[in-house]
Protein backbone atom coordinates (compact mmCIF):
# COMPACT_ATOMS: atom_id res chain seq x y z
CA UNK A 1 0.00 0.00 0.00
CA UNK A 2 2.94 2.37 0.43
CA UNK A 3 4.13 1.89 -2.40
CA UNK A 4 1.03 3.71 -4.32
CA UNK A 5 0.96 7.39 -5.38
CA UNK A 6 -1.71 10.00 -4.51
CA UNK A 7 -3.03 9.86 -7.31
CA UNK A 8 -4.02 5.83 -7.42
CA UNK A 9 -5.24 6.46 -3.82
CA UNK A 10 -7.33 8.90 -4.93
CA UNK A 11 -8.27 6.92 -7.66
CA UNK A 12 -9.43 4.09 -5.79
CA UNK A 13 -11.60 6.43 -3.65
CA UNK A 14 -13.66 7.91 -6.08
CA UNK A 15 -14.47 4.36 -7.95
CA UNK A 16 -15.12 3.33 -4.19
CA UNK A 17 -17.51 5.94 -3.49
CA UNK A 18 -18.98 5.94 -7.15
CA UNK A 19 -19.64 2.17 -6.87
CA UNK A 20 -20.93 2.24 -2.89
CA UNK A 21 -23.30 5.13 -4.05
CA UNK A 22 -24.70 3.75 -7.05
CA UNK A 23 -25.64 0.73 -4.90
CA UNK A 24 -27.00 2.94 -2.18
CA UNK A 25 -29.26 4.73 -4.63
CA UNK A 26 -30.33 1.91 -6.31
CA UNK A 27 -31.49 -0.14 -3.31
CA UNK A 28 -33.41 3.69 -2.72
CA UNK A 29 -35.21 3.14 -5.88
CA UNK A 30 -35.58 -0.16 -5.45
CA UNK A 31 -38.33 0.83 -2.15
CA UNK A 32 -40.23 3.04 -4.65
CA UNK A 33 -38.80 6.04 -3.63
CA UNK A 34 -39.58 8.51 -6.34
CA UNK A 35 -36.70 10.13 -8.17
CA UNK A 36 -36.93 13.29 -10.11
CA UNK A 37 -35.53 13.41 -13.17
CA UNK A 38 -35.62 16.41 -16.30
CA UNK A 39 -38.48 15.85 -18.51
CA UNK A 40 -37.14 14.51 -21.85
CA UNK A 41 -40.58 15.62 -23.76
CA UNK A 42 -39.52 13.46 -26.88
CA UNK A 43 -39.30 10.21 -24.90
CA UNK A 44 -43.19 10.73 -24.02
CA UNK A 45 -43.57 11.51 -27.61
CA UNK A 46 -42.32 8.09 -28.77
CA UNK A 47 -43.88 5.61 -26.20
CA UNK A 48 -47.42 7.69 -27.37
CA UNK A 49 -46.37 6.73 -30.86
CA UNK A 50 -45.86 3.25 -30.28
CA UNK A 51 -49.27 2.95 -28.45
CA UNK A 52 -51.52 5.08 -30.93
CA UNK A 53 -50.20 2.56 -33.67
CA UNK A 54 -53.17 -0.19 -32.08
CA UNK A 55 -55.70 2.70 -32.76
CA UNK A 56 -54.91 3.42 -36.64
CA UNK A 57 -53.46 0.33 -37.20
CA UNK A 58 -50.22 1.80 -38.24
CA UNK A 59 -46.64 1.08 -37.33
CA UNK A 60 -43.45 3.28 -35.94
CA UNK A 61 -39.99 2.67 -37.49
CA UNK A 62 -37.38 3.20 -35.40
CA UNK A 63 -33.65 3.54 -36.18
CA UNK A 64 -31.16 2.46 -33.96
CA UNK A 65 -28.86 4.74 -36.15
CA UNK A 66 -26.12 3.93 -38.62
CA UNK A 67 -23.36 2.92 -36.07
CA UNK A 68 -22.04 -0.41 -35.89
CA UNK A 69 -21.14 -2.74 -32.45
CA UNK A 70 -17.81 -4.44 -33.64
CA UNK A 71 -15.60 -1.48 -31.42
CA UNK A 72 -15.47 1.37 -34.39
CA UNK A 73 -16.73 4.49 -33.40
CA UNK A 74 -20.58 4.88 -33.07
CA UNK A 75 -20.43 1.89 -30.56
CA UNK A 76 -21.66 4.00 -27.46
CA UNK A 77 -24.64 5.25 -29.68
CA UNK A 78 -25.63 2.47 -30.85
CA UNK A 79 -25.86 0.05 -28.02
CA UNK A 80 -27.97 3.19 -26.77
CA UNK A 81 -30.18 2.64 -29.72
CA UNK A 82 -30.55 -1.25 -28.88
CA UNK A 83 -31.04 -0.19 -25.37
CA UNK A 84 -33.75 2.20 -26.63
CA UNK A 85 -35.01 -0.51 -28.69
CA UNK A 86 -35.37 -2.92 -25.96
CA UNK A 87 -38.46 -0.53 -24.30
CA UNK A 88 -40.26 0.84 -27.31
CA UNK A 89 -40.47 -3.25 -27.66
CA UNK A 90 -42.07 -3.47 -24.47
CA UNK A 91 -44.34 -0.94 -25.15
CA UNK A 92 -45.52 -2.35 -28.47
CA UNK A 93 -45.82 -5.92 -27.04
CA UNK A 94 -47.72 -4.99 -23.77
CA UNK A 95 -49.95 -2.49 -26.20
CA UNK A 96 -50.40 -4.90 -29.34
CA UNK A 97 -48.76 -1.59 -30.82
CA UNK A 98 -46.73 -2.36 -34.19
CA UNK A 99 -42.63 -1.32 -34.50
CA UNK A 100 -40.47 -1.53 -37.59
CA UNK A 101 -36.83 -1.35 -36.70
CA UNK A 102 -33.73 -0.23 -39.40
CA UNK A 103 -30.32 -1.27 -39.24
CA UNK A 104 -27.15 -0.45 -40.97
CA UNK A 105 -25.12 -2.97 -39.79
CA UNK A 106 -25.48 -7.42 -40.37
CA UNK A 107 -24.39 -7.41 -36.19
CA UNK A 108 -26.61 -4.71 -34.77
CA UNK A 109 -29.72 -6.50 -37.00
CA UNK A 110 -28.64 -9.55 -34.90
CA UNK A 111 -28.92 -7.76 -31.73
CA UNK A 112 -31.85 -5.75 -32.63
CA UNK A 113 -33.75 -8.78 -33.57
CA UNK A 114 -32.95 -11.24 -30.46
CA UNK A 115 -33.61 -8.00 -28.16
CA UNK A 116 -36.70 -7.32 -29.91
CA UNK A 117 -37.77 -11.08 -29.77
CA UNK A 118 -36.94 -11.10 -26.43
CA UNK A 119 -38.97 -8.39 -25.07
CA UNK A 120 -41.96 -10.10 -26.91
CA UNK A 121 -41.80 -13.55 -24.60
CA UNK A 122 -41.05 -11.86 -21.55
CA UNK A 123 -44.84 -10.52 -22.34
CA UNK A 124 -45.80 -13.50 -23.31
CA UNK A 125 -46.68 -12.42 -26.66
CA UNK A 126 -44.29 -13.55 -29.18
CA UNK A 127 -46.88 -15.06 -31.45
CA UNK A 128 -47.53 -11.40 -32.21
CA UNK A 129 -43.29 -10.35 -33.10
CA UNK A 130 -42.99 -10.40 -36.75
CA UNK A 131 -39.26 -10.73 -37.51
CA UNK A 132 -39.60 -9.30 -41.02
CA UNK A 133 -40.03 -6.25 -39.16
CA UNK A 134 -36.58 -6.14 -37.93
CA UNK A 135 -34.52 -4.86 -41.06
CA UNK A 136 -31.28 -4.94 -42.67
CA UNK A 137 -30.75 -2.13 -44.82
CA UNK A 138 -27.23 -1.97 -45.55
CA UNK A 139 -23.67 -2.70 -44.10
CA UNK A 140 -22.15 0.73 -43.08
CA UNK A 141 -22.87 2.76 -46.38
CA UNK A 142 -24.10 5.59 -44.36
CA UNK A 143 -25.94 7.52 -47.37
CA UNK A 144 -27.24 4.25 -48.64
CA UNK A 145 -28.72 3.68 -45.36
CA UNK A 146 -30.65 6.98 -44.77
CA UNK A 147 -32.25 6.75 -48.59
CA UNK A 148 -33.40 3.26 -47.30
CA UNK A 149 -35.26 5.17 -44.73
CA UNK A 150 -36.78 7.59 -46.87
CA UNK A 151 -38.29 4.86 -48.78
CA UNK A 152 -39.49 3.33 -45.54
CA UNK A 153 -41.14 6.13 -44.07
CA UNK A 154 -42.48 7.06 -46.89
CA UNK A 155 -44.73 3.63 -47.11
CA UNK A 156 -48.66 4.61 -46.40
CA UNK A 157 -48.83 2.67 -43.13
CA UNK A 158 -46.01 4.86 -41.60
CA UNK A 159 -47.27 6.95 -38.65
CA UNK A 160 -44.04 8.16 -36.95
CA UNK A 161 -40.37 8.06 -37.29
CA UNK A 162 -37.70 7.72 -34.63
CA UNK A 163 -33.94 7.47 -34.40
CA UNK A 164 -31.40 7.15 -31.64
CA UNK A 165 -27.72 5.96 -31.63
CA UNK A 166 -25.25 7.23 -34.40
CA UNK A 167 -25.80 9.61 -37.47
CA UNK A 168 -24.40 12.17 -39.28
CA UNK A 169 -25.37 15.08 -41.83
CA UNK A 170 -27.30 12.19 -43.98
CA UNK A 171 -30.42 12.47 -41.36
CA UNK A 172 -31.12 15.49 -43.43
CA UNK A 173 -32.47 12.90 -45.97
CA UNK A 174 -35.22 11.26 -43.66
CA UNK A 175 -35.94 14.31 -41.77
CA UNK A 176 -36.77 16.50 -45.13
CA UNK A 177 -39.12 13.45 -46.06
CA UNK A 178 -40.96 13.37 -42.45
CA UNK A 179 -41.39 17.16 -42.86
CA UNK A 180 -43.08 16.68 -46.34
CA UNK A 181 -45.60 13.66 -45.14
CA UNK A 182 -45.80 15.44 -41.73
CA UNK A 183 -44.32 12.57 -40.07
CA UNK A 184 -44.00 13.10 -36.22
CA UNK A 185 -40.15 12.67 -35.54
CA UNK A 186 -38.05 12.00 -32.33
CA UNK A 187 -33.64 12.10 -33.20
CA UNK A 188 -31.36 11.22 -30.59
CA UNK A 189 -27.86 12.27 -31.36
CA UNK A 190 -24.39 13.15 -30.49
CA UNK A 191 -22.54 14.17 -34.22
CA UNK A 192 -22.41 17.98 -33.97
CA UNK A 193 -23.15 18.25 -37.77
CA UNK A 194 -26.35 16.29 -37.39
CA UNK A 195 -27.49 18.18 -34.09
CA UNK A 196 -28.37 21.24 -36.21
CA UNK A 197 -30.23 19.47 -38.99
CA UNK A 198 -32.14 17.31 -36.08
CA UNK A 199 -33.97 20.46 -34.35
CA UNK A 200 -34.82 21.85 -37.60
CA UNK A 201 -36.72 18.84 -38.85
CA UNK A 202 -37.77 17.12 -35.63
CA UNK A 203 -37.73 20.48 -33.30
CA UNK A 204 -35.75 20.93 -30.21
CA UNK A 205 -38.64 19.43 -27.70
CA UNK A 206 -38.17 16.05 -29.85
CA UNK A 207 -34.38 15.81 -30.10
CA UNK A 208 -32.19 14.49 -28.27
CA UNK A 209 -28.78 15.97 -27.87
CA UNK A 210 -25.10 14.63 -26.71
CA UNK A 211 -25.45 12.67 -23.18
CA UNK A 212 -29.17 12.97 -23.46
CA UNK A 213 -28.81 9.66 -25.81
CA UNK A 214 -26.86 8.12 -23.34
CA UNK A 215 -29.85 8.92 -20.89
CA UNK A 216 -32.73 7.60 -23.56
CA UNK A 217 -32.81 3.63 -22.16
CA UNK A 218 -33.41 4.58 -18.14
CA UNK A 219 -35.82 7.35 -19.04
CA UNK A 220 -37.45 4.65 -21.21
CA UNK A 221 -37.09 1.75 -18.64
CA UNK A 222 -37.26 3.07 -15.77
CA UNK A 223 -35.57 0.33 -14.41
CA UNK A 224 -33.96 1.12 -10.78
CA UNK A 225 -30.39 0.04 -11.98
CA UNK A 226 -30.41 2.66 -14.73
CA UNK A 227 -32.21 5.05 -13.22
CA UNK A 228 -29.62 4.38 -10.18
CA UNK A 229 -26.88 5.17 -12.61
CA UNK A 230 -28.11 8.52 -13.43
CA UNK A 231 -28.22 9.62 -10.69
CA UNK A 232 -24.81 8.85 -9.45
CA UNK A 233 -23.54 10.45 -12.49
CA UNK A 234 -25.05 13.80 -11.73
CA UNK A 235 -23.63 13.77 -8.52
CA UNK A 236 -20.16 13.23 -9.45
CA UNK A 237 -20.57 16.33 -12.00
CA UNK A 238 -21.81 18.74 -9.46
CA UNK A 239 -18.65 17.19 -7.29
CA UNK A 240 -16.41 17.30 -10.60
CA UNK A 241 -17.77 20.74 -11.15
CA UNK A 242 -17.11 22.02 -7.91
CA UNK A 243 -13.55 20.49 -7.82
CA UNK A 244 -12.62 22.56 -11.03
CA UNK A 245 -13.58 25.50 -9.56
CA UNK A 246 -11.44 24.48 -6.49
CA UNK A 247 -8.71 23.80 -8.48
CA UNK A 248 -8.90 27.51 -10.19
CA UNK A 249 -9.52 29.28 -6.48
CA UNK A 250 -6.16 27.64 -5.30
CA UNK A 251 -4.19 27.62 -8.38
CA UNK A 252 -5.04 31.38 -8.19
CA UNK A 253 -3.74 31.37 -4.37
CA UNK A 254 -0.54 29.57 -5.68
CA UNK A 255 -1.27 26.02 -4.63
CA UNK A 256 -0.74 23.41 -7.53
CA UNK A 257 -3.28 20.85 -7.00
CA UNK A 258 -2.59 18.48 -9.69
CA UNK A 259 0.93 17.75 -7.72
CA UNK A 260 -1.29 15.58 -5.55
CA UNK A 261 -2.04 13.43 -8.75
CA UNK A 262 1.59 13.21 -10.15
CA UNK A 263 3.43 12.13 -6.52
Avoid: C
Wanted: charged share 15%; glycine share 10%; proline share 3%.
Amino acid sequence: MADLSSGTLISIVIILAFVLLYFYSWAQLERKRAVNLRPLPGLNRLRLMVQRTVETGSKVHFSVGNGGLEGEAGTAETLSGISSLSSVQQVAARSKGSVITTTNDAITYLMADATSDAEYVQSGRLQDYKPEQTLFITQQQNAAYAAGLVSIIAEPNISGTALIGRIGPEYLLLGDMANRLDLPQVVGTTNTQAMPLAIASAGFENTLLGEEVYAAPAYLSRKPSQLASLQVQDVFRILIIIGILGGVVAATLGFNVGDLFLR
